[in-house]
Protein backbone atom coordinates (compact mmCIF):
# COMPACT_ATOMS: atom_id res chain seq x y z
CA UNK A 1 0.00 0.00 0.00
CA UNK A 2 0.93 3.56 -0.71
CA UNK A 3 1.81 6.23 2.06
CA UNK A 4 4.27 8.18 4.07
CA UNK A 5 6.33 6.62 6.69
CA UNK A 6 7.90 8.57 9.11
CA UNK A 7 10.78 7.56 11.35
CA UNK A 8 11.54 6.69 14.38
CA UNK A 9 8.08 7.60 16.14
CA UNK A 10 9.60 8.58 19.11
CA UNK A 11 12.58 10.80 19.56
CA UNK A 12 14.43 12.59 22.60
CA UNK A 13 16.90 15.06 21.94
CA UNK A 14 19.86 16.02 24.23
CA UNK A 15 20.44 19.88 24.40
CA UNK A 16 22.72 21.41 21.87
CA UNK A 17 21.76 18.02 19.77
CA UNK A 18 20.84 18.06 15.98
CA UNK A 19 18.54 15.29 15.08
CA UNK A 20 17.07 14.39 11.68
CA UNK A 21 13.64 13.07 11.39
CA UNK A 22 13.04 10.81 8.58
CA UNK A 23 10.15 10.83 5.78
CA UNK A 24 9.86 8.58 2.82
CA UNK A 25 6.77 8.43 0.45
CA UNK A 26 5.97 5.75 -2.19
CA UNK A 27 3.24 8.00 -3.39
CA UNK A 28 4.81 9.27 -6.44
CA UNK A 29 3.35 13.03 -4.98
CA UNK A 30 5.44 15.93 -6.19
CA UNK A 31 4.81 17.88 -3.02
CA UNK A 32 6.09 17.38 0.21
CA UNK A 33 5.58 19.28 3.81
CA UNK A 34 6.57 19.32 7.32
CA UNK A 35 4.38 20.77 10.16
CA UNK A 36 4.91 21.14 13.65
CA UNK A 37 1.81 20.86 16.29
CA UNK A 38 2.01 22.03 19.88
CA UNK A 39 -0.68 20.58 21.91
CA UNK A 40 -3.92 21.87 22.06
CA UNK A 41 -2.96 23.51 18.49
CA UNK A 42 -3.25 23.31 14.62
CA UNK A 43 -0.70 22.83 12.31
CA UNK A 44 2.11 24.85 11.70
CA UNK A 45 4.16 24.75 8.25
CA UNK A 46 7.63 24.32 8.70
CA UNK A 47 8.99 23.58 5.58
CA UNK A 48 7.93 22.57 1.73
CA UNK A 49 8.89 21.12 -1.50
CA UNK A 50 7.06 21.62 -4.17
CA UNK A 51 9.11 19.23 -6.17
CA UNK A 52 12.78 17.46 -6.07
CA UNK A 53 15.54 19.87 -5.34
CA UNK A 54 13.31 22.77 -4.49
CA UNK A 55 12.32 23.59 -1.02
CA UNK A 56 10.67 27.07 0.91
CA UNK A 57 10.63 28.29 4.11
CA UNK A 58 6.88 28.22 5.66
CA UNK A 59 5.99 30.11 8.93
CA UNK A 60 8.25 28.55 11.42
CA UNK A 61 11.61 27.58 9.50
CA UNK A 62 13.92 29.35 12.18
CA UNK A 63 15.83 26.54 13.82
CA UNK A 64 15.30 23.80 10.84
CA UNK A 65 16.34 22.87 7.66
CA UNK A 66 15.65 20.26 5.01
CA UNK A 67 16.48 18.50 1.73
CA UNK A 68 14.60 16.90 -0.94
CA UNK A 69 17.39 15.23 -3.10
CA UNK A 70 14.80 12.51 -4.07
CA UNK A 71 11.32 12.85 -5.22
CA UNK A 72 10.83 9.84 -2.69
CA UNK A 73 12.67 11.68 0.60
CA UNK A 74 12.32 14.93 2.55
CA UNK A 75 14.21 14.56 5.82
CA UNK A 76 13.87 17.43 8.63
CA UNK A 77 16.68 18.27 10.51
CA UNK A 78 15.89 19.82 13.87
CA UNK A 79 19.07 21.51 15.23
CA UNK A 80 20.47 23.22 18.42
CA UNK A 81 19.03 26.60 17.34
CA UNK A 82 15.51 25.69 17.60
CA UNK A 83 15.39 27.03 21.01
CA UNK A 84 11.91 24.73 21.55
CA UNK A 85 11.26 21.48 19.84
CA UNK A 86 9.88 19.31 21.94
CA UNK A 87 6.53 18.70 19.47
CA UNK A 88 4.85 16.52 17.23
CA UNK A 89 6.28 16.37 13.81
CA UNK A 90 4.01 15.78 10.71
CA UNK A 91 5.24 14.85 7.37
CA UNK A 92 2.53 15.27 4.40
CA UNK A 93 2.59 15.04 0.83
CA UNK A 94 0.05 15.99 -2.02
CA UNK A 95 -0.39 14.96 -5.80
CA UNK A 96 1.61 18.25 -7.40
CA UNK A 97 1.70 21.71 -5.72
CA UNK A 98 -0.59 24.09 -5.67
CA UNK A 99 -3.22 22.24 -7.19
CA UNK A 100 -6.50 21.31 -4.81
CA UNK A 101 -5.65 18.23 -3.43
CA UNK A 102 -5.98 16.43 -0.13
CA UNK A 103 -3.28 15.89 2.08
CA UNK A 104 -1.70 12.64 3.37
CA UNK A 105 0.36 12.55 6.31
CA UNK A 106 2.46 10.31 7.94
CA UNK A 107 1.87 9.02 11.54
CA UNK A 108 3.65 11.07 13.03
CA UNK A 109 7.06 11.21 15.32
CA UNK A 110 7.45 13.10 18.98
CA UNK A 111 10.68 14.51 19.53
CA UNK A 112 11.31 15.47 23.26
CA UNK A 113 14.20 17.61 24.39
CA UNK A 114 15.84 15.40 27.44
CA UNK B 1 -1.95 37.87 8.06
CA UNK B 2 -4.83 35.25 7.06
CA UNK B 3 -6.49 33.13 9.29
CA UNK B 4 -8.33 30.49 9.52
CA UNK B 5 -10.60 30.40 13.15
CA UNK B 6 -12.42 27.05 14.25
CA UNK B 7 -15.22 26.95 17.34
CA UNK B 8 -15.79 25.50 19.26
CA UNK B 9 -12.06 24.51 20.62
CA UNK B 10 -13.82 21.57 22.48
CA UNK B 11 -17.21 19.84 22.65
CA UNK B 12 -18.54 17.34 24.96
CA UNK B 13 -21.55 15.15 23.57
CA UNK B 14 -23.23 12.50 24.72
CA UNK B 15 -23.45 9.66 22.66
CA UNK B 16 -26.16 10.00 20.12
CA UNK B 17 -26.10 13.70 20.09
CA UNK B 18 -25.34 16.21 16.74
CA UNK B 19 -22.18 17.96 16.69
CA UNK B 20 -21.38 20.51 14.82
CA UNK B 21 -17.91 22.82 14.14
CA UNK B 22 -17.50 26.06 12.35
CA UNK B 23 -14.62 27.07 10.34
CA UNK B 24 -14.41 30.89 9.47
CA UNK B 25 -11.75 32.05 7.16
CA UNK B 26 -10.10 35.95 6.65
CA UNK B 27 -10.28 35.78 3.53
CA UNK B 28 -12.09 34.09 -0.01
CA UNK B 29 -11.11 30.39 0.11
CA UNK B 30 -10.95 28.80 -3.61
CA UNK B 31 -11.68 25.32 -1.58
CA UNK B 32 -11.69 23.85 1.85
CA UNK B 33 -10.53 21.12 2.96
CA UNK B 34 -11.44 18.70 6.60
CA UNK B 35 -9.28 16.44 8.45
CA UNK B 36 -10.06 14.44 11.23
CA UNK B 37 -6.87 13.33 13.82
CA UNK B 38 -7.73 10.30 16.56
CA UNK B 39 -6.41 11.17 19.78
CA UNK B 40 -2.55 10.03 19.18
CA UNK B 41 -2.60 9.81 15.62
CA UNK B 42 -1.99 11.67 12.52
CA UNK B 43 -4.63 13.87 10.56
CA UNK B 44 -6.75 11.92 7.86
CA UNK B 45 -8.21 13.81 4.67
CA UNK B 46 -12.01 13.60 4.64
CA UNK B 47 -13.10 15.89 2.06
CA UNK B 48 -12.64 18.80 -0.11
CA UNK B 49 -15.36 21.82 -1.15
CA UNK B 50 -14.58 23.91 -3.84
CA UNK B 51 -18.27 25.77 -5.21
CA UNK B 52 -19.83 27.95 -3.20
CA UNK B 53 -22.71 26.69 -1.26
CA UNK B 54 -21.55 23.25 -1.52
CA UNK B 55 -22.80 20.46 0.76
CA UNK B 56 -21.66 16.71 0.42
CA UNK B 57 -22.53 13.84 3.05
CA UNK B 58 -20.28 10.87 4.32
CA UNK B 59 -23.08 9.08 6.16
CA UNK B 60 -23.44 10.54 9.00
CA UNK B 61 -21.09 13.70 8.21
CA UNK B 62 -22.33 16.89 6.38
CA UNK B 63 -20.25 19.44 5.13
CA UNK B 64 -20.96 23.23 3.66
CA UNK B 65 -18.95 25.72 2.24
CA UNK B 66 -20.67 28.99 2.73
CA UNK B 67 -21.90 31.16 -0.58
CA UNK B 68 -19.18 33.77 0.28
CA UNK B 69 -16.74 30.79 0.63
CA UNK B 70 -15.16 32.44 3.89
CA UNK B 71 -16.60 30.05 6.00
CA UNK B 72 -17.55 26.30 6.63
CA UNK B 73 -18.99 23.48 8.96
CA UNK B 74 -19.22 20.19 9.53
CA UNK B 75 -22.33 18.70 11.34
CA UNK B 76 -22.38 14.90 12.94
CA UNK B 77 -25.58 13.49 13.40
CA UNK B 78 -26.01 10.92 16.09
CA UNK B 79 -22.32 11.05 17.08
CA UNK B 80 -21.28 7.63 17.97
CA UNK B 81 -17.41 6.91 20.02
CA UNK B 82 -15.84 6.32 17.06
CA UNK B 83 -16.03 10.01 16.15
CA UNK B 84 -13.73 11.00 19.05
CA UNK B 85 -10.92 13.28 17.49
CA UNK B 86 -9.93 16.61 16.57
CA UNK B 87 -11.47 17.84 13.48
CA UNK B 88 -9.39 20.52 11.47
CA UNK B 89 -10.54 22.62 8.59
CA UNK B 90 -7.80 24.06 6.03
CA UNK B 91 -8.03 26.76 3.33
CA UNK B 92 -5.24 27.26 1.40
CA UNK B 93 -2.64 30.38 1.26
CA UNK B 94 -3.51 33.35 -0.80
CA UNK B 95 -0.67 33.82 -3.38
CA UNK B 96 0.66 30.41 -2.23
CA UNK B 97 -2.19 27.97 -3.34
CA UNK B 98 -0.09 24.42 -2.88
CA UNK B 99 0.15 25.76 1.36
CA UNK B 100 -2.41 25.43 3.44
CA UNK B 101 -3.33 27.26 6.74
CA UNK B 102 -5.37 25.19 9.33
CA UNK B 103 -7.77 26.16 11.82
CA UNK B 104 -6.80 25.27 15.30
CA UNK B 105 -9.24 22.41 15.32
CA UNK B 106 -11.95 20.84 17.32
CA UNK B 107 -11.84 18.53 20.08
CA UNK B 108 -14.82 15.85 20.39
CA UNK B 109 -15.49 13.82 22.92
CA UNK B 110 -18.40 11.35 23.33
CA UNK B 111 -19.16 9.93 26.59
CA UNK B 112 -20.94 6.08 26.43
Known amino acids: DGGITQSPKYLFRKEGQNVTLSCEQNLNHDAMYWYRQDPGQGLRLIYY???????QKGDIAEGYSVSREKKESFPLTVTSAQKNPTAFYLC?????????????FGSGTRLTVV | GQQVMQIPQYQHVQEGEDFTTYCNSSTTLSNIQWYKQRPGGHPVFLIQ?????EVKKQKRLTFQFGEAKKNSSLHITATQTTDVGTYFCAGPVVMATGKLIFGQGTTLQVKP
Open chain 2, 49 to 53: LVKSG
Open chain 1, 92 to 104: ASSIEYGRPYGYT
Open chain 1, 49 to 55: SQIVNDF
